[in-house]
């Protein structure tokens, strides 16, 4: 969400003028956008927002713009009270309040002009930063902003604000924009992806939306993160099944393992669900990956309750675990009303015994294509090696002398570890 927020947000600042620069001392405007999911992002913010303080002292002139959850759609006036230097803040996903900001400070022009010239400024067809157009291979495209689910650990709702779709035209105007520009490959986004259009006049789909973009020309990969276990139907399924352009990729996490850990994360299903859930998945998508999400040291969670996460995870055999800490955010129910009651290094304990079992069944998952053949969509180059991803989001790196930038090529798996594959390109 950031990453399209922050390319939205330069590709305006570059029609009004500016041009990026790579470092900070050089700089008439910085933008610090923010996550404050884990308690990790947001320390890391505040002191990337703190040490900007010594570049404003020695130039007053400097504009510093803080963006995104550390804001939130409230605003947070007592960010401006703890770090004066900051000039102007923005909600998340609107970039409005920076260029109204920046149009009243440069512009002489009454208030009615400055407003019209920021909607023109939003309203015109998506321009990708001009350092990534022609670059850029995959985009992400935000389908549907905040959340209404509320789970008790959550700050999304409290941060992003409610659920909202954006209108149908709209996304797929933005998708063939970025396409003209060279993107090869689309990522829809959304806290709960799947509930797109539900709050929509004639309610879209998803698998509406799929099919549609999949009609691109040019468009060579579409994906979609991440989904809710109770939104994932057999309609969004059956999509994901039947086009091609559609990568056999699902993102739909699980969070924990044990009935009453969920019922306390108010989840809404439960473990046994779940497991139908992934093996009807398996069933109607061959040769599908399958990504989930896990929080271990939830209030209350037991030993027992952390083995049958444990287990859950050994039996289901996921392609990629995302992990995480427990760790109370202000302004959700679990901060309020539990108590955060499992200690730091048991925390740590589980967090890595959970990291070595997914590391062995990955590694076990990405062996079996040793030898075989696979298409990868190359995105860039690093340290003279390519490196793209499979339908199935496996990494995959290449050495080659050839420009491979958005191409999509056949490529044979040499080698394979738990993270990324090694292989070599075919004639």
């Known amino acids: 969400m950031n990453v399209a927020d922050s390319q939205r947000l330069a590709s305006a600042l570059e029609q009004l ?9 050089d700089a008439d405007l910085i933008v610090l956008n923010t996550c404050v999911v884990r308690q990790s992002a947001e320390d890391k913010a505040i002191g990337r927002l703190s040490s900007l303080r010594p570049l404003k002292e020695r130039n007053p002139n400097l504009v510093i713009n803080l963006m995104g959850c550390l804001i939130g759609v409230r605003g947070n006036q007592t960010i401006l009270e ?75 709702p409290h941060k992003r604000g409610i659920e909202r779709s954006r209108p149908y035209d709209e996304i797929m105007q933005e998708a063939r924009s970025l396409v003209s520009q060279g993107v090869k490959e689309i990522t829809l986004l959304g806290q709960i992806v799947d509930r797109y259009g539900l709050d929509l006049p004639d309610s879209p789909t998803l698998a509406m939306l799929l099919h549609d973009l999949h009609a691109i020309d040019d468009l060579r990969r579409i994906r979609f993160l991440t989904s809710h276990p109770n939104w994932m ?56 990956a399958i990504a989930t999400d896990i929080i271990v040291g939830f209030p209350g969670e037991t030993e027992e309750q952390f083995n049958n996460t444990y287990n859950l995870l050994s039996d289901l055999r996921m392609d990629v675990a995302h992990l995480a800490r427990y760790s109370p955010r202000t302004g959700t129910y679990s901060a309020r009303k539990l108590f955060d009651d499992v200690p730091h290094a048991e925390k740590i304990r589980r967090f890595r015994k959970l990291e070595n079992l997914q590391e062995e069944i990955a590694s076990e998952i990405n062996a079996r294509l040793i030898g075989k053949t696979v298409d990868v969509l190359f995105e860039a180059q690093k340290r003279g090696r390519w490196h793209g991803r499979t339908p199935t989001n496996k990494l995959v790196f290449v050495d080659s002398t050839e420009d491979l930038l958005g191409q999509e090529r056949s490529v044979t798996i040499d080698w394979t570890g738990p993270w990324s594959l090694i292989g070599s390109l075919n004639p």
């Open 82 to 156: 703890r770090f004066p230097w900051v000039d102007v803040v923005s909600p998340p996903s609107d970039p409005e309040p920076l260029l109204r900001y920046l149009t009243e400070r440069t512009a002489k022009q009454t208030s009615q002009e400055n407003q019209a010239q920021i909607n023109a400024l939003l309203d015109e067809e998506l321009l990708l930063p001009q350092a990534d157009r022609g670059k850029l291979v995959s985009a992400f495209v935000p389908v549907i902003l905040g959340c209404s689910h509320a789970c008790t650990y959550c700050i999304i």
């Open 17 to 25: 003028g500016y041009k990026p620069t790579r470092k900070a001392d």
């Open 233 to 288: 139907t057999d309609e969004l399924l059956d999509a994901v099944s039947s086009l091609p352009k559609v990568c056999p990729h699902i993102e739909v996490p699980i969070q924990s393992g044990d009935d009453e850990i969920l019922q306390a994360m108010r989840r809404g299903y439960t473990v046994s669900s779940y497991r139908q859930l992934i093996a009807k998945i398996r069933q109607r998508i061959p040769n599908v």
